[in-house]
């Protein structure tokens, strides 16, 4: 069994940063695709960025593109997502989801329902 753990979020003024970690036990992230999700109240939940840990390609949604960075720390066995600029539209609970494997396309980032294994979330507060 994955257990993921997100830490890092807070509140934050708009136009300030947050770097977000994402760890995992149970296993390493070797040969996994990590993704970054969010979901504000009232809406559903959104793509936001994800990572193939084995070849560190990375993928974006287009509202935070720019913005927003996904990295990896082999070492640490921990994924990063460094939010700068944020906006009031960013706050959500942000999950990371782990699934064992790559793919092909964007779609291997963006599908939730490939990710069987989620944290509990972190939440994010952006100030106007």
């Known amino acids: 069994q994955v257990r993921v753990v997100e830490s890092g979020g807070g509140l934050v003024q708009a136009g300030g940063s947050l770097r977000l970690s994402c760890a995992a036990s149970g296993r390493t992230f070797t040969s996994c695709t990590i993704g970054w999700f969010r979901q504000a109240p009232g809406k559903e939940r959104e793509f936001v960025s994800g990572i193939s840990w084995t070849s560190g390609s990375t993928y974006y949604a287009d509202s935070v593109k720019g913005r927003f960075t996904i990295s990896r720390d082999n070492a640490k066995n921990t994924v990063f997502l460094q939010m700068n600029s944020l906006k009031p539209e960013d706050a959500a609970v942000y999950y990371c989801?782990?699934?064992?494997?790559?793919?092909?396309?964007?779609?291997?980032?963006?599908?939730?329902?490939?990710?069987?294994?989620w944290g509990q979330g972190t939440k994010v507060t952006v100030s106007s």
């Open positions: 989801a782990v699934r064992i494997g790559g793919g092909y396309g964007s779609n291997r980032f963006t599908a939730a329902s490939l990710y069987p294994y």
